[in-house]
Antibody, heavy 127, light 106 residues
Framework: QLQLRESGPGLVRPSETLSLTCSVF??????????WAWIRQPPGKGLEWIGS???????SYNPSLKSRVTISLDTSKNQFSLNLNSVTAADTAVYYC???????????????????WGQGVLVTVSS | DIHMTQSPSTLSASVGDRVTITCRAS??????LAWYQQKPGKAPKLLIY???SLQTGVPSRFSGSGSGTEFTLTINSLQPDDFATYYC????????FGQGTKVEIK
């Protein structure tokens, strides 16, 4: 059974960089069938996709966060990571990592739906 | 950006009821739509993908329909375990979620 587990600091200072790692158990991250994704949810609010990474290293990001986000994949460790820089209080959220099904959407390779999720980790941005 | 709008935002229902949630896209997304269920303090769970395909292990009382810009999630004979918040999600262009529909006990 596939399991994903987020790890990283629960508190980040404003203007600094939020860094999280997702460890994947039970499935290789170098599969061509999946993307690996980060999604967040501010307390009491809805879901926001941050971005996804493919085993080739190809990435796709939410346009509203693209200037601040880097997602990378380390297939040797079966992990992928999120870096979000210049954080503010608005970045306070539960951060989830997830597996996304690879799809061809209108002739383009794309991340599609998210079938396995980690339990989530709360990251608070505060001084 | 494609904007997803769910209605209603909150729905009060009783065990055994048939429940329908609507999701509208700001432009056509073909059938690139998924539905998720989320309970408090838990990660979302995939219910439906490609608008109408039931994810493995999801009870058959859940069904999805629609294409283009209008989609529905139907729960036939609502069970106690179904009281939760439901989200739609498009992946036709980037990825965006609806704002959520909370199904609460009447």
């Amino acid at each position: 059974q596939l399991q994903l587990r987020e790890s990283g600091p629960g508190l980040v200072r404003p203007s600094e960089t939020l860094s999280l790692t997702c460890s994947v158990f039970g499935d290789p991250t170098d599969s061509s069938s999946y993307y690996w994704a980060w999604i967040r949810q501010p307390p009491g609010k809805g879901l926001e996709w941050i971005g996804s990474v493919y085993f080739t290293g190809s990435t796709s990001y939410n346009p509203s966060l693209k200037s601040r986000v880097t997602i990378s994949l380390d297939t040797s460790k079966n992990q992928f990571s999120l870096n979000l820089n210049s954080v503010t209080a608005a970045d306070t959220a539960v951060y989830y990592c997830a597996r996304s099904i690879f799809g061809i959407v209108e002739t383009k390779e794309s991340t599609t739906d998210f079938d396995y999720w980690g339990q989530g980790v709360l990251v608070t941005v505060s001084s | 950006d494609i904007h997803m709008t769910q209605s209603p935002s909150t729905l009060s229902a009783s065990v055994g009821d048939r429940v329908t949630i609507t999701c509208r896209a700001s432009q056509s997304i073909n059938t690139w739509l998924a539905w998720y269920q989320q309970k408090p303090g838990k990660a979302p769970k995939l219910l439906i993908y490609k608008a109408s395909s039931l994810q493995t292990g999801v009870p058959s009382r859940f069904s999805g329909s629609g294409s283009g810009t209008e989609f529905t999630l139907t729960i036939n004979s609502l069970q106690p375990d179904d009281f939760a918040t439901y989200y739609c999600q498009q992946c036709y262009s980037s990825v965006t979620f609806g704002q959520g529909t909370k199904v609460e006990i009447k």
